[in-house]
């Protein structure tokens, strides 16, 4: 059965034929899927039990976000899933539902949820100490910068944590000036790098672009154009409006 759907689906008939487009084939692929039950991929057996949930409803939460937060906070789904337990490589909703987690906390969690690892070092380290700062000793820091520069190539032996991307990029693009004496950045088209002043003049897309003053000092937009690769070249400082696009040609 599921041979036949998908030769049907990629059949050069159903591709031509009032010139169907291939989301439309999909969308009815996968409404017969739905209808035939014996092709219908169910998830594995999983040894775990969820924790009885006594939180408030999904309708709750929506409407706290809506009163208390940033609208610029947006969801997923007109109806958004209430997540509220997680195990391994899987997430439960309120209603007891498990799904696969494909998404990875938006690529910042690699391991899991609550993997048991995991779990146990945070554990010991709030019951000893919770926060500290750089500004005093304490090995821990110290022994993650030296296991963080194990493992990278050649003379990249020092580490300077940071508490985001968007924090990161901008240490990196002043690290760079800085060293160099240069404020050119070469910047990929359609590519982001953060909200910040300056990482927002390099990133190459409109929906995380806002109509603030962005400030590019020497900025190189490459990417792909007609199968060619091309480098716009935008020499020395100036001011960009927020709703231009960098590295469009």
């Known amino acids: 059965m599921k041979r036949?759907?998908?030769a049907r689906t990629f059949s050069g008939r159903d591709f031509h034929h009032n010139h169907r487009s291939f989301s439309q084939l999909v969308q009815r692929e996968a409404s017969l899927l739905q209808e035939t039950s014996d092709v219908v991929p169910k998830m594995p057996p999983f040894d775990y039990s969820r924790p009885?949930?006594?939180g408030p409803s999904a309708d709750e939460i929506l409407q706290k976000r809506k009163e208390y937060l940033s609208p610029s906070i947006f969801y997923f789904y007109n109806n958004p899933l209430n997540l509220v337990d997680g195990k391994m490589q899987y997430l439960f909703d309120d209603n007891g539902r498990r799904y696969l987690d494909a998404y990875a906390g938006i690529a910042t969690v690699c391991c899991g949820h609550c993997h048991p690892d995991v779990v146990e070092a945070?554990?010991?380290q709030t019951k000893r100490l919770q926060h500290s700062t750089p500004l005093y000793l304490n090995h821990t820091i110290t022994d993650f910068a030296e296991a963080l520069a194990s493992k990278l190539p050649g003379d990249l032996k020092v580490v300077f944590f940071t508490n985001s991307g968007t924090e990161a990029n901008e240490?990196?693009?002043?690290?760079?000036r800085l060293y160099t004496g240069?404020?050119?950045i070469i910047s990929l088209?359609?590519?982001y790098h953060g909200n910040a002043s300056g990482t927002m003049g390099t990133t190459g897309q409109s929906n995380w672009k806002f109509n603030v003053v962005q400030v590019k000092w020497g900025l190189e937009g490459c990417g792909i154009l007609d199968g060619k690769e091309?480098?716009?070249?935008?020499?020395?400082?100036?001011?960009?409006?927020?709703?231009?696009?960098?590295g469009e040609v």
């Open 182 to 184: 240069s404020h050119d």
């Open 171 to 176: 240490l990196a693009m002043m690290m760079a």
């Open 122 to 124: 945070v554990v010991n």
């Open 189 to 191: 088209r359609n590519a």
């Open 230 to 246: 091309f480098v716009g070249v935008d020499k020395g400082s100036c001011l960009e409006d927020g709703l231009g696009i960098h």
């Open 4 to 6: 036949a759907l998908f």
């Open 52 to 54: 009885p949930y006594t």
